[in-house]
């Protein structure tokens, strides 16, 4: 087993990864150095491109930065990142006349999804739900109705929406028109 990621990729790469997310998640190299277990210098010369880590080491920094060692590792292709206008299949449930289309592919480990939603004119309110996270909703065509812990929300194109998804909430289109949502949120089943 290679012990350190030299052939996985390339020293300034792995660290200018590292050091892009520690800036963004505007971390010291201090910091990011005792939660991996690893010492500050140490860190240092990963993130200039003088060191290489170990598995174990990576692993450590992956950890304080709160993500997996995939993310340094991996390098984006079209079928981990880009799903294509033409390649788009809807599909629905037996309980709704909604349309859903996946806008993210289905690959583990990610903590979005985005989905397509095409609902029918005139439609019926939702069963009201709640579950672990949060969502996010784009109106682009169309105008619907958002119910939010008892609340009403009409919503035309345009318009958006965030919540936790722990309130109760429904949606429905009273419109005369199809309308088209985007949905985002933590993975979950509809």
Request: proline letters at 4%; glycine letters at 8%; aromatic letters at 8%.
């Amino acid at each position: 087993m290679v012990s350190t990621l030299e052939n996985v990729h390339s020293s300034s790469e792995l660290g200018s990864k590292i050091r892009a997310l520690r800036q963004r998640l505007k971390r010291t190299l201090d910091e990011t150095a005792t939660a991996a277990g690893i010492s500050k210098p140490f860190l240092s010369q990963v993130e200039r491109g003088l060191a290489s880590p170990s598995l174990t080491s990576l692993k450590g920094i992956a950890g304080a930065l709160g993500v997996t060692m995939q993310y340094f590792v991996e390098t984006p292709s079209e079928e981990r990142s880009v799903c294509r206008a033409d390649q788009l299949k809807f599909f629905s449930f037996a309980n709704s006349a909604n349309l859903f289309a996946r806008l993210t592919n289905s690959t583990g480990g990610r903590q979005l999804e985005s989905i397509l939603v095409r609902l029918p004119p005139g439609q019926r309110r939702s069963e009201v739900t709640t579950h672990a996270g949060e969502e996010f909703l784009y109106v682009i065509a169309g105008q619907m109705v958002l119910t939010l812990e008892g609340k009403t929300f009409e919503l035309h194109a345009g318009d958006s929406a965030h919540y936790e998804s722990t309130v109760p909430h429904a949606w429905m289109n009273n419109g005369n028109i199809e309308t088209m949502v985007v949905w985002v949120g933590t993975p979950r089943l509809f």
